[in-house]
Each structure stands twice: as C-alpha cells, then as structure tokens.
C-alpha cells in the first residue's frame, strides 16, 4: 500500500491542484455560487478515488511483490497480475533469470575446468620436484642444503595450492573420524623435522594425562596444523626457542595449541591475520610470507566445525588453538 501511494502521490497532488485551478479561473471570471463548485470539486476526487480504487485492487499482487525481497529466484518470477505492466515485469525477469543460470553455469563450467587443471599441473609438478629431493638426498655435500631448502618450499607452495583447490569441494574430500592428537602432533613435527633443525627451533610436546581422540579429518587436520607449526618456525627462526604443542581440555572442550617465541603480530594486524593475501607488518621483513597459510587454515577450521583463537603480541610470540567440540579421552 505504501509503494502505491508513494507512486500514485503526485498524480494525486496534480489532480487537486488542477481543480483549484479551474475553479479559482471561474472565479476570477464572475462565477461565485459556492455550492456547485464545491460539488463539481467533490465529483473530480470521488472519480479519482474510484480510479485509483480500481488500480489497486487490479495491481494489488504486482505492488505486493515489489514491496517485499523475494525469499528465491522462483519466487521473484512467479505469475503476476494480468495486466499490460506486469506481464512485461513477469517476462523481463524471466529473461534475467534465463541469462543468469546460463551466465552461472558457464561460470561454473570454467571453475571446475580451473580446478582440474590445478589439480593435475600440482601433482605433475611433484613427480619431478620427488625426484629432486631423492637425487639431493643421496648427496652430503654442503652446497646441495640449500636445494633441499627450496625443494622444502616449493612442496609447500604446491600443497599450498592443491589445498586451496580442494576447499572449493571441501564436501566431496571431506572424511571425518576419529584422530588421536598425539599421532597427528608426532607426524607434523616428523615432516618438518628439517625445517626445525635448519632454522634453529626446537618443538616441545606436552600432552594431555589421558590421550585425547577427537572427531576431524585426518588429511585437513594434518594441513592446519602443519601450517601453524611452520608459521612458528618462520617466524620463530634463527633465536634458538621451543615451539611448544599443548594439547589439553578446557571448559569441555579439547584444545590444540602451538605457542612460538617468536616476533609476534602487531595489534593493527590481529583482526586481519586471517583474510587471504595478507601479510601485515611482518611480510614485509618476512619475504616468504603469502598471507594464505592462516587464511586456509580459518577456512577449513570453519568447514570442520572446529573454532580457531588467536593471540599475539609483538616481540612476545603467538599462541594459536584449534579448540575441538567433539572429542574424547582415554586411558
């Protein structure tokens, strides 16, 4: 009722004052009998207000639906009235929906193209750098450190990339169960265990009294927490500190915790740590800083069902938890 007003307000106005118009015209010409002007005046708005009656009632539907959002696309371009204006709305709108599900599937086709193809150039990729880091292996040589180095890096920057593909279809390589903490802490630090000892941190592992099994998945779990250890490391490197792994329960709730000495994140960047490519203050000291690390690792926490608590300050270190609501203890 309101749009109709609104729309029909100065149609109203108009028509009012056009009356007084011709009614202030016959006066200035000599015609003063008061009556029959007010009656003339009375028939101008009763045929108005039948006009306007008639409008409504007929479009009553159509201003409905353009009073309200629609709750969905079927909704939006359902039957309208029969009338001239809202039989061309209804097909207007059933041309933009037609040219949106053809722009969205295209746009979908394209994104699952991009997917596979980032899927397979990740996995052809590692079958050369596998080769690589087998061939360096084999060598004690010195000089060949800093190729293990970069192999290091560069297997993480295709994980990297494998990871992010697959959170778009996170639902179809999802597999949740249960997990022991302990196994999964234990299996990060053997993988990095070259990272640690060529940057000169140390992890320290305290686990809960009982070992402590929570429901997640093994493959996901295994990237967030890989991703918050080396970001301790990183950012931990060349000081000689522990990286500490607590796992323990708190308010009920089992908790997974990576603690660093390490530089810390200014208070201007806390709220940001977590959006895609940033890298704050510390990227720009820290070269090798993508900004993607804490953002998946939100992402696929969030995914999980699993909460993340972040707390920093600079020069004084990161402690970061993956606080689990479904776990539990055994002996």
Same mark, same amino acid.
């Given at each position: ?6 729309? =029909? +307000? ?6 009012? &004052?056009?009356?007084? &118009? ?5 006066? /200035? ?7 029959? +002007?007010? =009656? ?20 009553? @539907?159509?201003?409905?639906i353009?009073?309200?959002?629609p ?6 371009i359902?039957?309208?009235?029969q009338?001239?204006?809202?039989e +061309? ?46 061939? &360096? ?22 994980n ?5 593909? @697959? ?6 390589? %999802? ?41 997640s998945?093994?493959?996901?779990? %295994? ?26 329960? @708190?308010?009920?709730q +089992?908790? /997974? ?5 390490g ?30 690390g ?12 699993? &909460? ?12 970061? @938890? ?10």
């Open positions: 009722m309101k749009l109709f007003v609104r729309e =029909y +307000a100065l149609l109203i106005v108009l028509h009012v &004052v056009q009356l007084f &118009v011709v009614l202030g015209i016959y006066w /200035l010409d000599g015609y003063h009998h008061l009556a029959p +002007a007010l =009656y003339s005046v009375f028939l101008g708005l009763f045929l108005l207000g039948c006009y306007l009656t008639y409008h409504y009632l007929t479009r009553r @539907r159509y201003f409905g353009l009073s309200r959002p709750a969905n696309m079927e909704e939006a359902q039957r309208l009235d009338t001239p204006v809202s +061309a709305l209804e097909e207007l709108l059933r041309q933009q929906y037609r040219l949106y599900q053809e722009q969205l599937a295209a746009t979908q086709r394209e994104q699952k193209q991009h997917l596979t193809f980032m899927d397979q150039w990740v996995h052809q990729m590692k079958t050369p750098l596998s080769v690589i880091e087998l061939t &360096v292996q084999q060598v004690d040589e010195p000089e060949y450190a800093s190729i293990r180095e970069e192999t290091e890096r560069m297997r993480s920057g295709l990297t990339i494998l990871y992010m593909a @697959r959170l778009r279809t996170f639902q179809q390589d %999802f597999h949740p169960r249960s997990i022991s903490l302990a196994k999964i802490v234990h299996e990060v630090i053997h993988e990095h265990k070259r990272s640690f000892i060529r940057n000169n941190v140390y992890p320290e592992v305290q686990e809960c009294d009982g070992a402590l099994v929570v429901e998945d093994e493959k996901w779990l %295994f990237f967030m927490l890989s991703q918050l250890v080396m970001n301790s490391v990183k950012y931990s490197s060349g000081n000689g500190q522990k990286i500490h792994i607590h796992s323990f329960i @708190r308010d009920q +089992a908790i /997974l915790e990576v603690r660093d000495h530089v810390g994140i200014p208070a201007a960047d806390l709220k940001r740590v977590f959006d895609p490519f940033f890298t704050g203050e510390n990227g720009r000291h820290f070269r090798e800083s993508t900004g993607m804490l953002y998946l690792t939100k992402e696929a926490a969030d995914h999980l069902g699993h &909460v993340l608590e972040l707390k920093s300050s600079p020069g004084q270190g990161t402690t970061i @938890r993956i606080i689990f609501q479904s776990w539990q203890q055994k002996d």
